[in-house]
């Protein structure tokens, strides 16, 4: 467990003017700066950085965070990678809390592990393209597929030269454990160690940090087999969440609008020589729900290409089924397949990008896709298709839990196997599809903010105006008063922090809904503005309203009694209290 403590000072320390601009360069706009939104494609700025909230906010899609929020979103990695990674820019070492002396240990140990596996293939993939400079057998076959020196430079390619035990001289314990967990060396049941990778062009993986992962080496030889050979499973590498590719097309990804999913590493560098930059490709395995996941934190459109073989249309298939559970309404799929005789590789080369990139707009659509697959060879004539074509179609339409589309789909094979959608419905048992409420980064209208409200923004702006006192605004149990009540305690313990820090700690407390009214207003508010006049005007209708509520709730005591049985005093208050209201 992170301190939450930790955080709070993280957020305090870090610039997130910084931290984005590594990434998307930004330009000064007033006192903000903005930049054309990473998040969706556009082509005016609508996306600005607060350094004096510390927030992000697109005016376009309603995408918004902090530092650690953008590291997630645009990154792809896990909050606690995000803490780390911002830690050790500022300097900060991050504490653990509740573990004890064993796990601690433990942890160090896994630590040094992964940080053991990461300079062993860091170094291996440099032996390997100091090798590929010396052979001009692997030089000149990347020049027969139309390599460039740029774009092999650019994707770190390498070659692991022919022989059993060439990284003998880069790691001269050739025993070491770490050779084998890493996957660059095999042990045979004689207890012999010899390379994973002879004689192959290697393409290393890397994660979204841009470390190397994993390697993947391709054949040089037609005839060896097989023709890709990956690193297997380790501690840093696992085949079903990564894509090669991605660490380097992430910006060509976000400015093209689109990534395009090949099947090979050749295929990607290929298209990259000829400009198209968005590929990426799944290793080894199909497409999986953590890969769209992955891609969705970069574009809204994904474009799925294949060779029109048998094993492509049967990849083709499974990335399909395999993308339901992780479909949104916003996320457009498309499959390309090429004719048989071509992959991604040779199309582009025999016919260029323009050609290549016109096929992709064309491609089908993924409700098309899935229609025309379930009846592909059901005439869906007779009764008999009509119930084998729902029965295929029923664990498609369960794992779809997008609202739009999934009602969409349904209404489509309810037309097609000529039954109401009510009637498929019934006879299908079928979950209904979550319509969930509006998205906080879908455009919302603005309703006048209560007075309550107003006070927390100044208090989140301006935390050292917070005072004890201020807590008797808030005795009440609604969403308001929670609300209200953390964020003066927030204040109180923290009265230098930012804004970003204050949302932070009050978010586990407060309703998730009313959280994002606050982070979106907290947005659009003027900085120009006198936070700490706003702030006395904001308190002042506040003791006035809650005197009023004292007043009403003696003037309601008192008037249950009946009024011989009221002391001078009372009725002397209740005069006054009848007066007043």
Known sequence: MIPESFIQELLNRVDIVDVIDKSVPLKKAG???????????????????????????????GAHGTAIGFLMEYAGLSFVESIHDLAKNVGMIVPQEQSTQESREADAQNKNIKLGLQETLQQAANYYKAELKKSERAIDYLKARGLS???AAKFQIGYAPAGWQNL????????????????LVVENEQGKRYDRFRDRIMFPIHDQKGQVIGFGGRVINPEDTPKYYNSPETPLFQ?????YGLFVARRAIRDAGRALVVEGYMDVVALAQYGIEYAVA????????FHITKLMRQTDEIVFCFDGDNAGRTAAWRAAINALPALTDGLKLRFLFLPKEHDPDSYVREFG?????????????????IVQHLSEQNPLNAQEDKVKFLNDAEPILRQIIAPKFSLMMRKRIAELADVSEAEMQSLLKLPVPNRSPVKATQKQSRAPLSIKKRFVLMLLMQPSLAKTEHLSFSKGFSEEDVLLQASIHAALRQPQSKPAALLHTIESQVDTRLLHEIQRELHLLDESLDFALEFEGARTQLVDMTQQKQD???????????????????????????AKK
């Not at 085949?239 to 894509?243: A, N, V, Y």
């Not at 799944?282 to 729900?289: E, F, M, Q, V």
């Not at 990008?353 to 098309?368: D, H, I, R, V, Y």
């Not at 709730?553 to 005069?575: H, I, N, V, Y």
């Open 149 to 151: 020196g740029i774009i």
């Open 31 to 61: 006192a903000n700066y903005s930049a054309c939104c990473p998040f969706h494609n556009e082509k005016s700025p609508s996306f600005t950085v607060s350094p004096t909230k510390q927030f992000y906010h697109c005016f376009g899609c």
């Open 168 to 183: 003998q001289s880069v790691f001269p314990q050739y025993e070491n454990e770490a050779l084998q967990t890493a996957g």
């Open 282 to 289: 799944a290793l080894g395995t199909a497409t999986t729900p």
């Open 353 to 369: 990008k323009e050609k290549f990139e016109t096929e992709m707009q064309a491609g089908m659509p993924l409700s098309q896709y």
């Open 552 to 578: 009403g709730g003696m003037l309601d005591s008192l008037k249950e009694k009946p009024f011989s049985a009221l002391t001078a005093e009372e009725r002397e208050m209740l005069k006054k209290l009848t």
């Open 239 to 243: 085949k079903g969440h990564e894509l």
